[in-house]
Every structure is written in C-alpha cells, then in structure tokens.
C-alpha cells in the first residue's frame, strides 16, 4: 500500500517567515495530494490541494508544489500569521488496487508561529 | 466549502456499553464516508470505507464486529462502537467525498468525536 512521510515533525518559525513541510509518497499511481490543517481538538480541514497533472498551485499565502519524477510534494505558507499555528498533514490518494479512493496521511507537522 | 458535522462531539460511557456516532454532509450527497481514529499526537488512520447502501469496507486489523457502520443514506453514515474498552478511547473524525468535476472528488472532514471509555 501507499507510505507517505512528512517533514519536520515541527516547526517553529517567526511571523511573517516562511514555513516549508515536505512529504514523499511510494506509490506512483497516487494522482490526489490534499493538505490538511487541524487545530486542537478539531477536524482536519482542506487548505489546498493539486493533482498529478499539475506541478505547483497557489493560493493567497499558500502554495503547493509536485514533483511526481521524485515523488514528493510540498507545502510553502509564506508571511506566517500566530493564526497558521496548527497541526499540518499531507496526504495521497491511491488510484488503483486496495489503495484506490484512499487517503493515506503523513505524520503531522506541529507549526508553531512565534509573535 | 462542503460542511460535514458529527455527533456527539464528546461522549464518556462504561467499559461493556455501545456507542454511537453519527456522520453527515451538510449540503452536498457524499456517495462515500470514511471514518478514521486518531490517537493522541498522531495521524489519522483509515478504519473503513463506506458507500451508500452497501456494506462497509474495513481496513486490516479493524474488527468489523466492534466497529459497526451503517451507511443509510447520502448523507448520514454512523459508527457503532459496541462493547467499548478503554482502549478504544480516541478521537474518532468521519470524513465525506464531494464529486467537484467529472471524475474528481475531493474529501471533507467532521470536527471529529472525542470517545472516552471509562
């Protein structure tokens, strides 16, 4: 099945920086790869996603890039705010076999922006 | 965006006793829910698969007989869990696919239900 690791764990960065996860993923038949943010005692929530016929897309102060050669994707928050404080996950959809429709997650990022 | 709620939020029974938690959207058909368990400082882990009216697809090492599902209709997926051990208290975070183009679909969240079992 599909095996996706994230990086750092945490990260703790100044307001007004930018903050940077980066996920690998094992499966090359993944074609969906969402980010997730979730607060303390919530629900993850869709910040932004991109599909495998895309290599970057933007919105506002986030950005998400793919790279399907190496298999990795990122996530660039650029001008962090106290409010981008949160848990970030990334996570890739199967297209085929078991793994099909489902989404696997990386381990979590603890962003922590510091006033 | 798409809004998916759960109930309760928050539920403390006895060690023996059932459970249910109830998953649905909002405003749009969501033809699959999937529920996941979250332990603390974590990541989701996918528990089953359901699509409307047939049965639930389980992940390994998930008891289908402790974890019952039942998808009803399109909008409202519950999760039963029987028996409850305090092993099994966790947060527990359904989530709903909403088709957004032919073909593509994209996946959303309950704000999750915190078990505990005492």
């Known amino acids: 099945g599909e095996n996706v690791e994230q990086h750092p764990s945490t990260l703790s960065v100044q307001e007004g920086d930018s903050a940077v996860i980066k996920c690998t993923y094992s499966d090359s038949a993944s074609n969906y790869f969402p980010w997730y943010k979730q607060e303390l005692g919530k629900g993850p929530q869709l910040i932004i996603d991109i599909r495998s016929n895309v290599g970057e897309k933007k919105d506002q102060r986030i950005a998400v890039t793919l790279n399907k050669t190496a298999k990795h994707f990122s996530l660039h928050i650029t001008e962090t705010q106290p409010e981008d404080s949160a848990v970030y996950f990334c996570a890739a959809r199967g297209s085929g076999g078991t793994s099909y429709g489902k989404l696997t997650f990386g381990q979590g990022t603890i962003l922590t922006v510091h006033p | 965006g798409a809004v998916v709620s759960q109930h309760p939020s928050r539920v403390i029974c006895k060690s023996g006793t059932s459970v249910k938690i109830e998953c649905r959207s909002l405003?749009?058909?969501?033809?699959?829910m999937f529920w996941y368990r979250q332990f603390p400082k974590q990541s989701l882990m996918l528990m089953a698969t359901s699509n409307e009216g047939s049965k639930a697809t389980y992940e390994q090492g998930v008891e289908k007989d402790k974890f019952l599902i039942n998808h009803a209709s399109l909008t409202l997926s519950t999760l039963t869990v029987t028996s409850a051990h305090p092993e099994d208290s966790s947060f527990y975070i359904c989530?709903?696919?909403?088709?957004?183009?032919?073909?593509?679909?994209?996946?959303?969240f309950g704000p999750g239900t915190r078990l505990t079992v005492t």
């Open positions: 989530s709903a696919s909403q088709i957004v183009l032919k073909g593509k679909y994209e996946q959303y």
């Open positions: 405003d749009f058909q969501a033809t699959t």
